[in-house]
């Protein structure tokens, strides 16, 4: 496998994972931080795989490592408050939902995600607000 370079490797990783194959994926992914640490891009890749095997606690590890390379990584901040909803953290989800949605106000999934959490929260009024948002921002409604 690390015959290839790291860059083919993070490829084959996004063939593998967009296939559905989250095993293998994590393996290149794994390869390409090997010969490339500050590989954002990866570490969250890493993180959607995990989260995509049923492993929020080690999904929330990948994605902290992406947010250290690029505190402003937007995706990895959404991904990471999908597994920390699924481990239960609901506060640390919110905070990450919303400094995504600072960072990127037109980002449809940030607001679908914070709808759902707010319903979760016990707050029906701000979730009709972001659902209404989401749906304005997807579907042009």
């Given amino acids: 496998m690390e015959s ?20 293998e994926a994590i393996k290149c992914f794994v390869v ?9 891009m990866a570490w969250n890749n890493i993180g959607v795989s995990k989260l995509c ?10 994605f902290k490592k992406a947010l250290r390379i690029d505190s ?14 699924d ?3 609901l506060d640390s989800a919110m905070v990450d939902l919303n400094r995504a949605i600072s960072l990127d106000p037109e980002h449809w999934a940030s607001y679908k995600h ?3 959490l707010n319903q ?3 707050n029906s009024e701000q ?11 997807a579907y042009g409604n």
């Fill in 72 to 85: 402003e990584y937007r995706d990895a901040l959404h991904n990471r408050a999908l597994a920390y909803s």
């Fill in 87 to 89: 481990v239960g953290e």
């Fill in 120 to 122: 979760m929260l016990g």
């Fill in 114 to 116: 914070r709808s759902i």
């Fill in 127 to 137: 979730s009709f607000k972001d659902y209404i948002k989401f749906k304005e921002l």
């Fill in 4 to 23: 290839c370079s790291w860059q083919e490797q993070f490829k084959k990783g996004n063939d593998l994972a967009n296939r559905g194959d989250h095993l």
């Fill in 53 to 62: 095997l049923s492993k929020p606690e080690e999904a929330v590890i990948a």
């Fill in 32 to 40: 390409t931080v090997k010969y490339n640490p500050e590989h954002a």
